[in-house]
């Protein structure tokens, strides 16, 4: 079982950039995922959930409006689109999968089955 986060790196303030989550390993399309941020010093902020079957997506304020969550059940594979970067938007990145509706995507207590390793976007000039 592995997910295996891609598409960070180093960008300038207002630019763009599509993270990747590509799972393996079990079956993608039964399980909702979520995108993660932890930045240096801080606690890991849950930003954007998409339930299986793409019914409904959601998104924590601090992204709302800028970030677009999806995912290709075809290809194991969801996206994070993430629009007129910030410096507060730098961070490592992480996807998580959950197979249970259970508790808020949100929440910190909430279980997720799998974990990615991350990936590391900056926003600096």
């Known amino acids: 079982v592995q997910l295996v986060e891609s598409g960070g790196g180093l960008v300038q303030p207002g630019r763009s950039l599509n993270l990747s989550c590509l799972a393996s390993?079990?079956?993608?399309?039964?399980?909702?995922i979520g995108w993660f941020r932890q930045a240096p010093g801080k606690e890991r902020e849950a930003i954007s959930y998409?339930?299986?079957?793409?019914?409904?997506?959601y998104y924590a304020d601090s992204v709302k409006g800028r970030f677009t969550i999806s995912r290709d059940d075809a290809k194991y594979t969801a996206y994070l689109q993430m629009e007129s970067l910030q410096p507060a938007d730098t961070a490592v990145y992480y996807c998580?999968?959950?197979?249970?509706?259970?508790?808020?995507?949100?929440?910190?207590?909430?279980?997720?089955?799998?974990w990615g390793q991350g990936t590391r976007v900056t926003v600096s000039t």
């Open positions: 998409i339930t299986n079957r793409e019914v409904q997506k």
């Open positions: 998580a999968a959950r197979s249970s509706d259970l508790g808020p995507w949100y929440s910190p207590r909430t279980y997720y089955d799998y």
């Open positions: 390993g079990f079956d993608f399309d039964w399980y909702g």
